[in-house]
């Protein structure tokens, strides 16, 4: 892949990240009209996931981008070494963004039954640790070509879901 890619990849998904960060501060807002702890809740976790996101693909970015030139000057152990040494640094810090991303997942769910959102009930289950499910079920079925879906997309597309459950809310 040719290195200008993965800067116009951090460009889109600093973009995307705002936009995740705009709905669900949308979504966050729609419920706290009814149980502001789980709103703000809602709004809190993502706001802190939503920066992480952007860190988390940017490095990843990063990651690949040393990788190749490891590759091209063929010394890929320097480059397994110079990463091994910045993984225990940022881990940290990609598992609180992580996590702090998949939190309102639960808030949101919460706010569905409950019926803070007024939406069909079947919307428990657009959400990203769903996604995240038939991702894994995916892979297994076909490694090669279902590698990224777990991790990356199919998170990615049940965060999407929630602009989608703010919306129907909205109607």
């Not at 290195?3 to 951090?10: A, E, H």
């Not at 889109?12 to 702890?37: F, R």
């Not at 920066?51 to 990651?63: D, K, P, T, W």
């Not at 091209?72 to 992580?98: H, R, V």
Request: aromatic share 10%; with cysteine; hydrophobic share 55%.
């Amino acid at each position: 892949m040719s290195d200008w890619r993965f800067g116009v990849s951090i460009a889109l998904a600093l973009i995307g990240d705002t936009l995740v960060g705009v709905g669900m501060y949308s979504l966050g807002m729609q419920i706290s009209k009814t149980h502001p702890v789980l709103g703000y809740l809602t709004i809190g976790f993502s706001s802190f996931g939503v920066v992480a996101g952007g860190f988390i693909h940017s490095f990843l970015c990063v990651q690949a981008l040393i990788y190749k030139g490891a590759l091209i000057n063929g010394s890929l152990q320097i480059a397994d070494d110079i990463l091994e040494k910045i993984y225990k640094q940022i881990m940290p810090s990609f598992a609180t963004g992580y996590i702090c991303l998949m939190a309102p997942t639960i808030t949101v769910i919460i706010s569905i039954l409950n019926g803070a959102l007024q939406v069909p009930i079947f919307c428990v289950l657009l959400n990203p640790i769903v996604f995240l499910i038939i991702g894994l079920g995916c892979r297994k079925i076909n490694p090669v070509k279902f590698q990224d879906l777990p991790g990356i997309i199919m998170p990615s597309l049940g965060l999407a879901m929630f602009g989608l459950i703010g919306i129907l809310n909205l109607i």
